[in-house]
C-alpha cells in the first residue's frame, strides 16, 4: 500500500530509488507533517522532507524534527533484551527475559498481593499504547498503582479545565483559525522554542495586525515578539490572572450577556478581584502597573482572542488555580466556543493529549471516564470482558508512587516510554526509590537514565517501527505509519505488554494482530465518554487531515470547535474561578535568595534520552547552563561562561553562567534535559497542587555561589 | 525560476532549523551551509539567518583562480566543483558577507547553492523550507514586493510614518536574494 500522502498539486523531491511515508513528527504535541525518506533497496531510513501540505504545520519543523529520523537507526539503539547480572547488563533472548519478568512479577503478587507492581506510562507514543498500559496494568497486572509522565505536563491544565469547563480538551478551537484571532494572551509558554512550528500561525495573524501579550519571567524568543511583556516573579500567575480580570471587570470589558447566560460565579469572581488593583497586583507580581494596564485594555478591547498558557503556568502548586483563572479571562470576554477565539494549553508532549484520555491516569478510564464512577467502570470491564468488580480501584499520582516505593507498597515498577530519574523533581529521592525495588522494568530504545537502574530493560520499537494515531495538541486525531520494521530484537511496546500479560494468564485479553485491532477497542471503550473516539477510524483521518474528538458517531465528522453551545459541566455552564493568590510553596529566604525557573530549550526534548544523541542537536546545546541576568552576575561576581555553584535544600549543580539581560534580575532559569549531575531535577521542588498533583517544577528559591579556585 | 529568497530577520527565532535542514539536501554532505547568529545575546535573544545572497557578479567566483564556482542559467552560484577547487580559499576572502566555508579535512570550499537539486524543480531549498517562523522565504518575485509594500503599509495603519532620516526603519529586515533570469 502507498503510504505517501501528497495533495493535487504539491510537489516533493523523492530521489531515485527513494520512497517518502507520510507521518508526523515524534517529538513536540505540535506533531509537525513529515515524509521520512526510505531507501527501496535495503529499507533503510536516510532522511526527511517536507510535508509542505500538512494542514498544521505546512511542512515547516524545529531542529529537532529535521533530525528526528537519526534517532532510527542510531548505533545506540538497546537490540535486544538485557538482563543485569552482577550489575551488569548481558544480552538476553526474549525468552529469558519474559521468564524472569513472569516469575519475579508472580513471586513478588503472590508475597505481597497485586499492588507490589506499578506501572509507570509516558505519552510520548500513539493513543493505541497509551491506551493499552492503563488496560496492561489493571487487567494484565491487576494492579490500582498506575500513572505516567504526564502527570508532569498536563495534570494542572487538565485540572483546571476540568473545574471551570467541564472538560479538558487542550484547545477548544483548531489552530488554523489563530491567524484570525486579533489578540493572543500567553502566561508561561515559550512557544517559539518549545513548539515552534506554531509560531507560523502568530506571525500570520500578526502581520494583520494582531497583538500579543507575553506573560514570562525571561524575556524569551517568544516575549521578545510581544506588544506587552508581563515579566512577572515566577509563581505569582494568580495573582496577575485576578489583576487582569479586576480591570476588565473596572473597565466594563466583561460580555455581560455571554457571562449571564454561559457563566456561574460572576458575583463571586467580582468580590475576589475587588482587591486586585494594578497597585496590588504589581506588588505581588513586580510587573509594573502600567504594563498590566496596557494589557489589560488590549485585551479588554479585542473582539477575538485567545488566552493561552504552558508549564510555566501550569508546573506550580497553584496550577489549578492558575489555568482556572487564566481560562476565566476568556469567559469574562465571552470567547470560548466562537470562531478564532477560546483558551488552549500547549501540549508538551507528542501525545500529551491523547494519551491523557484513556486510561493511564491512576483515577482514569478511557475517554475521560473516572474509577470512582461506578457506571465508567462497568462500562469499561464490558468493554475488557473483566467483571466490574475486579476494576483495581483509583491509585496515586506519579511523584507519590516513590513514596511507595520508599515504604515497599510498590516493589516492582514497569517503567514503559519515560524516564523519571530525570523529568521528576528531587531526582536524588526518586532515584534512591527505584534503587530500593526489588525489581524494575523499562521498555525503551536508548539507555535512559532510568534504564540504566533496571534488571531488566526490553527494546521497544521507535515511533517509524510502529503505526497508530496521536492526538495533537489542537484536539486532532492524526496518523502516525509505520515507515520500517523494528530494528533487531525490538518489539513495539503494545507486543510487549502483550506478551507479559499473556505470561501471566491475561493471553485471552491482550489478543492483537496490530495496532488497528487496538484502536477499534479503544473507540468502543471510550464511547460515550467525554473524549469519545468512537467516531474516529483511520481512513477518516486519511480523508479529511485528522479528526477532532468527540466524534460520538460513526458517520460524524469529528467536532473542530468545542463548547459552542453550551460547556461539559453538570449544568452546562462554565465555572468562573474564585482563587485568590496563594503564592509558591518555597519563598525566598537567607540562605536561599534567589528563584529558580526552568524549562527547555529548541534543541532537546523532554529528559534528552532522544535529542542528546542528535550529533546536530548536541554542536548547538550540549550541557545545561545558568542563565542569569549582568546585575546579578555582576552582584556576584561571576563571568559569562564561569561555572557556578546553585543549590537548594534538596541538591545542588555546577553549571556554567550564560549572562542576558532577557531576564529578571532576581530569577535564574536553568534547561532540564540532562540527567545526574547535570539535572537541575537534583534541586526543583516536589510540592504538589493539592488537585492536580502536579509538582512545583517552576519555582523555588535557591542559593546562588562564585567556585573558589 | 523566477523566484526569490526572502529574507525577514526581524522574525528569525534562532531555532536553526535552517542549518539542520542544510544539512539534509542530497548535495550537501550533511554540512550546512548558512549561518544563525545572535545579534546580541547579552541585550537580547534576537537572532538572524544568513545565507549567499546569489550574487549578480559574484566576487567568489570572481576570484576563483580555478574556475571552480559555476553559475547555472538560473543564475545560482553554484559550492565549488570538487574536482576544479584547488583550496585557495580566495573565495571566502573574495565573498562580502562571509559565506563560502571551508573545510579543511578535503581542503576544498562548500557554500550555498539555493538547494540546487530541489530549486531548479521548482521545489523550495530545505531552509525556507522549514523555517517555523517564515523568516526564510522561497517566493515569487511579485509576492516579494507585495510583501515590502504591505509591511510599509502596515506601519502607516499603526501611525508611524517615516522621516528623513529613519526611512529604512521600515524596511530593514527585508532582505531579497534572488536571481533574475526566466525560465
Ligand atoms: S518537535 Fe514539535 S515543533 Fe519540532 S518538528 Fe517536532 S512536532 Fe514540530
Ligand atoms: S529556521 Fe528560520 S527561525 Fe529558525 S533559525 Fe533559521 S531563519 Fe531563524
Ligand atoms: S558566496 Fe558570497 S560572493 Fe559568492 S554569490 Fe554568495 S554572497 Fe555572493
Redesign the pocket.
Known amino acids: 500500500m502507498n503510504q505517501y500522502l501528497v495533495k493535487e498539486g504539491v510537489k516533493n523531491q523523492i530521489r531515485k530509488g527513494e520512497k517518502l511515508v507520510s507521518t508526523h513528527c515524534c517529538y513536540c504535541g505540535m506533531q509537525c507533517g513529515m515524509h521520512i525518506r526510505v531507501d527501496e533497496k535495503n529499507n533503510k531510513v536516510v532522511g526527511v522532507e517536507p510535508r509542505y501540505d500538512w494542514v498544521l504545520t505546512k511542512g515547516k519543523m524545529c531542529p529537532k524534527g529535521v533530525t528526528a529520523y537519526q534517532t532510527i537507526d542510531h548505533p545506540d539503539r538497546i537490540k535486544t533484551p538485557l538482563i543485569k547480572k552482577n550489575g551488569q547488563f548481558v544480552e538476553a533472548t526474549w525468552e529469558e527475559a519474559l521468564d524472569l519478568i513472569e516469575s519475579k512479577y508472580r513471586g513478588l503478587q503472590e508475597n505481597y498481593g497485586k499492588d507490589a507492581i506499578g506501572v509507570y506510562g509516558g505519552v510520548s507514543m500513539t493513543n493505541e499504547k497509551c491506551y493499552l498500559v492503563g488496560k496492561y496494568a489493571r487487567v494484565g497486572l491487576g494492579t490500582r498503582y498506575i500513572d505516567y509522565n504526564g502527570r508532569y505536563c498536563m495534570s494542572s491544565a487538565a485540572g483546571g479545565f476540568n473545574k471551570t469547563l467541564g472538560m479538558d480538551r487542550g484547545s477548544t478551537l483548531p489552530w488554523t483559525e489563530l491567524e484570525h484571532s486579533d489578540t493572543f494572551f500567553m502566561a508561561g509558554s515559550n512557544t517559539a522554542e518549545c513548539h515552534p512550528t506554531s509560531i507560523q500561525w502568530f506571525w500570520k495573524a500578526k502581520d494583520k495586525g494582531a497583538k500579543f501579550i507575553v506573560a514570562d519571567p525571561r524575556e524569551t524568543t517568544t516575549a521578545r515578539l510581544a506588544d506587552v511583556h508581563l515579566d512577572l516573579l515566577p509563581g505569582t500567575d494568580a495573582a496577575l490572572a485576578n489583576g487582569i480580570m479586576h480591570l476588565l471587570i473596572k473597565h466594563d470589558y466583561v460580555d455581560h450577556e455571554y457571562v449571564r447566560e454561559r457563566c456561574n460565579n460572576f458575583e463571586e469572581l467580582k468580590e475576589m478581584t475587588a482587591k486586585f488593583t494594578p497597585e496590588y497586583t504589581a506588588k505581588i507580581t513586580r510587573v509594573a502597573e502600567e504594563k498590566i494596564i496596557k494589557a489589560a485594555h488590549i485585551f479588554g478591547k479585542s473582539p477575538r482572542s485567545v488566552v493561552m498558557f504552558a508549564r510555566g503556568a501550569e508546573q506550580q502548586t497553584a496550577g489549578v488555580d492558575n489555568v482556572s483563572l487564566y481560562t476565566s479571562m476568556a469567559l469574562l470576554r465571552g470567547q470560548i466556543g466562537k470562531f478564532a477565539s477560546g483558551v488552549a494549553t500547549f501540549t508538551g508532549q507528542g501525545n500529551g493529549q491523547g494519551g491523557r484520555e484513556h486510561g493511564q491516569k491512576a483515577d482514569a478510564l478511557p475517554g475521560y471516564r473516572k474509577i470512582a464512577n461506578p457506571q465508567d467502570v462497568e462500562h469499561v470491564a464490558g468493554v475488557w470482558g473483566i467483571k466490574p468488580e475486579e476494576m483495581p480501584k483509583e491509585g496515586v499520582s506519579a511523584y507519590e508512587m516513590f513514596h511507595l516505593m520508599q515504604n515497599k507498597t510498590i516493589r516492582a515498577l514497569h517503567v514503559i516510554c519515560s524516564n523519571p530519574v530525570v523529568s521528576s523533581p528531587n531526582i536524588n529521592y526518586v532515584q534512591d526509590s527505584l534503587e530500593k525495588l526489588d525489581f524494575l522494568v523499562v521498555n525503551d530504545f536508548f539507555m535512559s537514565e532510568t534504564a540504566e537502574l533496571a534488571d531488566v530493560v526490553l527494546p521497544a520499537a521507535t515511533w517509524a517501527e510502529d503505526e497508530g494515531t496521536t492526538t495533537n495538541i489542537e484536539g486532532r486525531v492524526i496518523r502516525i505509519r509505520k515507515v520500517v520494521e523494528p530494528l533487531g530484537e525490538s518489539k513495539t511496546d503494545w507486543e510487549i505488554m502483550s506478551l507479559i500479560a499473556e505470561r501471566l494468564g491475561k493471553g485471552k485479553y491482550f489478543d492483537y494482530n496490530e495496532p488497528r485491532e487496538i484502536f477499534d477497542e479503544l473507540r468502543l471503550a471510550s464511547k460515550g465518554g467525554k473524549a469519545d473516539y468512537f467516531g474516529v477510524t483511520y481512513e477518516k483521518i486519511d480523508e479529511q487531515d485528522g479528526v477532532f474528538w468527540p466524534a460520538p458517531t460513526e458517520d460524524h465528522k469529528g467536532t473542530p470547535s468545542v463548547f459552542q453551545e453550551r460547556f461539559a459541566t453538570e449544568d452546562g455552564k462554565a465555572n468562573l474561578a474564585v482563587c485568590d493568590f496563594k503564592g509558591p510553596s518555597e519563598v525566598q529566604s537567607k540562605d536561599y535568595p534567589l528563584w529558580l525557573t526552568t524549562g527547555r530549550v529548541v534543541y532537546h526534548y523532554l529528559t534528552g534520552n532522544q535529542t542528546r544523541r542528535v550529533d546536530f542537536l548536541m554542536e548547538q546545546c550540549s550541557e545545561p547552563f545558568v542563565e542569569m541576568h549582568p546585575e546579578l552576575a555582576s552582584r556576584y561576581q561571576v563571568e559569562n561562561g564561569e561555572k557556578v555553584k546553585l543549590s537548594t535544600p534538596r541538591g545542588e549543580m555546577i553549571t556554567p553562567v550564560k549572562i542576558t539581560k532577557a531576564i529578571r534580575k532576581d530569577t535564574m532559569f536553568v534547561p532540564y534535559h540532562w540527567g545526574k549531575k547535570l539535572s537541575v531535577n537534583q534541586l526543583t521542588s516536589p510540592a504538589l497542587d493539592p488537585y492536580s498533583r502536579m509538582p512545583e517544577f517552576k519555582v523555588c528559591a535557591v542559593k546562588l555561589e562564585k567556585l573558589t579556585k | 525560476m523566477n523566484k526569490i529568497m526572502y529574507l525577514e530577520f526581524e522574525?528569525?527565532?534562532?531555532?536553526?532549523?535552517?542549518?539542520a535542514a542544510c544539512r539534509e539536501c542530497g548535495d550537501h554532505d550533511a554540512k550546512e551551509r548558512n549561518f544563525?547568529e545572535y545579534v546580541d545575546f547579552t541585550e537580547s535573544r534576537q537572532?538572524f539567518?544568513m545565507l549567499c545572497m546569489q550574487c549578480k557578479d559574484p566576487a567568489c567566483a570572481r576570484v576563483c583562480p580555478a574556475n571552480a564556482i559555476q553559475i547555472t542559467e538560473e543564475g545560482v552560484v553554484l559550492s565549488a566543483m570538487e574536482e576544479k577547487c584547488i583550496g585557495c580559499r580566495n573565495c571566502t576572502f573574495g565573498c562580502p558577507f562571509g559565506i563560502p566555508k571551508f573545510d579543511f579535512e578535503t581542503n576544498k570550499m562548500y557554500k550555498c547553492d539555493m538547494c540546487y537539486d530541489r530549486t531548479r524543480n521548482d521545489i523550495a531549498p530545505m531552509?525556507a523550507s522549514?523555517?517555523?517562523?517564515d523568516?526564510?522565504r522561497f517566493i515569487d518575485f511579485e509576492e516579494m514586493q507585495q510583501l515590502r509594500r504591505k509591511r510599509t503599509q502596515m506601519n502607516l495603519v499603526e501611525g508611524k510614518k517615516p522621516q528623513e532620516g529613519n526611512k529604512w526603519d521600515y524596511v530593514p529586515e527585508f532582505f531579497g536574494v534572488y536571481t533574475d533570469s526566466q525560465s
Open positions: 522574525r528569525c527565532i534562532g531555532c536553526r532549523a535552517c542549518q544563525v537572532t539567518p531552509c522549514v523555517c517555523p517562523s523568516a526564510i
